[in-house]
């Protein structure tokens, strides 16, 4: 009863904000991502019959509070769904920085869904697994299925769960990630998102969004695929910073990078665009020729940077990559 699971953290390009539902984390509306790789979290969790509690760690630290509430969500429904009750030992640990908004609870909760449904002896669809990424972080449900993928909005596992769409835009796709050191308090935005004067605006055009984002991915047309993405990270920031907290995440590197991006678009007309999910980080979108110029223009601002590809699906490891 034990598995280790890898699972790549997503890039929000029409990303969902607020939650009809905390306990299930139900979204408001579909979301669209693509996961980055090699960037991944690593987990393995082992049921432990004569163990007398539940033991979660990441990297160096046991998890305690919210986050271990969270993990309790999703270590909770598989439970239940296999019909066991013992103590679980999870242990994970994040190849690139969490927490400055590159997606480490996507990749975190996917891989925890992954290796909790196989080793609890589940025999689950991708989709399936999904449900239960979900009960820890909406994103995470994306983390599963791989690549670009859609989670759909719902009221129940059978409606909101992921599924992959497929787009050749995945062999082509270069994402230069900007690294922008700040704390973020992810869960208490989306907590109060519907709370903005701006939320209402955003779920009135979202959907169209998430209509054109797809017809883009199938066609294949780089270009309006990510000045969608572009524009949602606009609109998402706009809703985040109207909200009772007021939370203003960006930096100035940040803006910085926005400005280096739009410069390179307009004056040497390469295919680049920016995008952020809820944190200073951006993500810089291009293709893979001028991948090299813009992580040159774009670390010129002064901050660290990855240059990533597209990531597939969660997927089982085998026992020698065990982390205990």
């Given amino acids: 009863?034990?598995?280790?699971?890898?699972?790549?953290?997503?890039?929000?390009?029409?990303?969902?904000?607020?939650?009809?539902?905390?306990?299930?984390?139900?979204?408001?509306?579909?979301?669209?991502?693509?996961c980055t790789a090699p960037s991944h979290t690593r987990t393995t969790v082992e049921f432990r019959p004569d163990a007398a509690e539940d033991v979660y760690r990441i990297g160096d630290e046991r998890v305690s509070g919210r986050g271990a509430e969270r993990i309790?969500?999703?270590?909770?429904?598989?439970?239940?769904?296999a019909d066991i009750d013992h103590p679980v030992r999870l242990e994970s640990e994040n190849s690139f920085p969490p927490n400055i908004g590159f997606g480490s609870s996507s990749s975190g909760f996917a891989a925890?869904?992954?290796?909790?449904a196989t080793a609890a002896g589940l025999d689950l669809t991708p989709p399936e697994v999904s449900t239960i990424a979900r009960r820890g972080s909406s994103s995470a449900a994306r983390a599963v299925t791989g690549a670009f993928s859609q989670l759909y909005s719902g009221m129940n596992d059978e409606d909101c769960?992921?599924?992959r769409i497929q787009t050749d835009l995945e062999e082509d796709l270069r994402i230069v990630a900007a690294h922008v050191p700040a704390y973020k308090e992810t869960e208490q935005a989306h907590r109060e998102a519907a709370e903005s004067h701006m939320f209402q605006a955003r779920m009135a055009h979202v959907h169209h969004q998430i209509d054109a984002m797809r017809d883009a991915l199938f066609k294949a047309d780089f270009g309006t695929a990510f000045e969608l993405a572009e524009h949602d990270s606009l609109s998402l920031t706009a809703t985040t910073m109207t909200g009772p907290a007021g939370w203003v995440y960006w930096q100035p590197d940040t803006i910085a990078v926005f400005n280096a991006v739009r410069e390179l678009r307009s004056?040497?007309?390469?295919?680049?665009?920016f995008s952020t999910?809820?944190?200073?980080?951006?993500?810089?979108?291009?293709?893979a020729d001028h991948a090299d110029a813009v992580e040159e223009a774009v670390a010129a601002v002064g901050v660290d940077t990855d240059v990533w590809e597209v990531g597939g699906p969660a997927e089982?490891?085998?026992?020698?990559?065990?982390?205990f």
């Avoid at 699972?7 to 029409?14: D, E, F, M, R, V």
């Avoid at 309790?72 to 769904?81: G, I, K, P, T, Y």
């Fill in 1 to 34: 009863m034990k598995a280790t699971a890898k699972a790549h953290p997503i890039q929000g390009l029409i990303k969902y904000h607020g939650m009809r539902d905390e306990q299930l984390r139900l979204p408001y509306h579909d979301s669209i991502s693509v």
């Fill in 72 to 81: 309790d969500a999703v270590v909770n429904h598989v439970r239940e769904l």
């Fill in 112 to 116: 925890a869904a992954m290796a909790l």
């Fill in 161 to 163: 769960r992921s599924e």
């Fill in 267 to 273: 004056e040497e007309e390469i295919p680049v665009y």
């Fill in 277 to 287: 999910d809820t944190g200073a980080s951006v993500y810089v979108n291009t293709t």
């Fill in 316 to 323: 089982i490891l085998p026992e020698s990559q065990a982390l």
